[in-house]
């Protein structure tokens, strides 16, 4: 895990220590609406929200056969680096075929996803998730931008509602859960 | 010197312009002399590195090496290869003497994620992730099995039935491009 990872996760379990180097404020913030976290670091004066990290694991998983596989954002030099239990391993003795996805790698996709486009993100999640191809992890999805992976959802289908709703401060569990399972259409025949 | 053979292997006119490519090219390390360029060269090696549209050879979809066991690389022939992609479309091939099996464009072009199995008798053994935009299963699947590999493609880990898969002996059909 890296220096800031334990940072944040030190953060997270220990809100008395949230004055340390990455602040997050999570519901607790007055100004900040419960569905949402702001992410402030003391010596940089910038403060941005992003989704809640609350839930994100869903989000993760739902993402993982569509972006996350080994030939595509599972890989250590993309922008978007998503780790799996069925693709790119945080841990140096882990491999894609064995294991659930860690806590860890969780953590590392949320930092992965939130940090692609902050401001951008920050002003969808103000807006309540209103607009949300400002975001190219929206567009590119969606294929709206050019993208080498394709077209990998559409307005309405399950991974599209998973990521909508964690932008806009929620989480559909089962459009996530659905999104995770996806599969071979007539798999059986296989 | 070796470097130099595999480029010249594979980027014979040096059209290749992007320098990561040109790199990969020449890892791939010089050609097996008592192997023909064709159907059965370059087992194991990540053959989209120069069959893709951007290299200096027939394009292919897919393409890679199939082996009996995740242990060792023993190639088994015959294997049917399957692809789907998420619309339901679907193409069959067969690995040859080395393990080796390819799919080209006017043969299959899937529409979005494909999955795929492998399969010798009435079992398939299907990959759990898709396939989004690689040519070679060995670009995710390189030897040693680590955080950024699942190592080499294998048709069974049943140890009830590994010893009754051979290998066998190349004949004149696995040198025959289709």
Redesign the interface.
Known sequence: MSASLRRFEAARSNPVQTSALLVVLLASASATPACQAELAWPDVPLALRAPLYEGFEKVADALQPSCGTLDCHGQKDRNLRLYGGRGLRLDPAATPSEGETQPAEYDADYWSVISLEPEVMAAVVADGGRDPERLILIRKGRETTRHKGGKLMSPGDDLDRCLLAWVAGNIDEAACWMASRLAAPDSSSM | MSVGLASIACDRLGIVQDPLRRDAIAALGPEDKAVKVGPRHRAGQPCGVCHSADGDADSFTFAGTVYRDPGARMPIADIRV?F?D???KTFETKTNCVGNFYVKPSEFTPG??T?V?VQLTDV?Y?M???????VSCT??HEDP???????HVFLTDDDNTLDSISSRACGPDDEVSR
Not at chain 2, 128 to 134: G, Y
Not at chain 2, 145 to 151: D, L, N, R, W
């Open positions: 399957t789907v998420t619309a339901g979005g994620a999955w199995s398939p299907t759990e992730s898709p396939i989004h935009r690689e670009a995710c099995a680590g955080p950024t590999s699942a190592g």
